[in-house]
């Protein structure tokens, strides 16, 4: 007795896949469109005000794995700048050149959740692309039993 186990394998295949994408866009949108359109407020010669505040606002809704709610022992400072970059922003006040540098660890911390959503995204394609192959064995297996 055989068992014809294809669909469970192209199943699995397109969910990864679909895992994959969940995961992996957000990093990339991020990383060849929002991260660059930050990088060009902050490293300006000399920065306004409101580009600061606004690169700021840009950072301050990351993606899934750049949430600033991860924190880690290189992170513990971020819970203070980000209650002070809030409070400033509620207020209406300015960011001087003195923020460039915290809003360049924020910037950071956003780079790496996108570096480790594309890399999830990379293990889910795999974890597919496996699937794939499972599904081209079951086939030849069946094939060759009928």
Excluded: C
């Excluded at 956003?110 to 394609?125: A, C, E, H, N, P």
């Amino acid at each position: 007795m055989t068992f014809n186990d294809t669909k469970m394998y192209t199943y699995f295949a397109i969910a990864m896949f679909i895992v994959a994408l969940l995961f992996g866009l957000p990093g990339l949108y991020s990383t060849f469109i929002t991260e660059p359109a930050i990088e060009s407020l902050i490293y300006q010669d000399n920065p306004s005000s409101q580009q600061l505040k606004q690169a700021y606002i840009m950072l301050r809704k990351p993606h899934i794995f750049a949430g600033y709610n991860r924190y880690d022992e290189v992170g513990a400072g971020i819970e203070y700048i980000l209650k002070d970059f809030d409070l400033r922003v509620a207020e209406k006040k300015d960011f001087d050149a003195q923020d460039r540098m915290y809003l360049e660890l924020l910037l950071e911390r956003r780079k790496q959740g996108s570096d480790l959503s594309i890399k999830t995204m990379v293990f889910f394609v795999l974890l597919s692309l496996l699937g794939v192959i499972a599904l081209v064995i079951e086939k030849r297996v069946n094939r060759d039993v009928k």
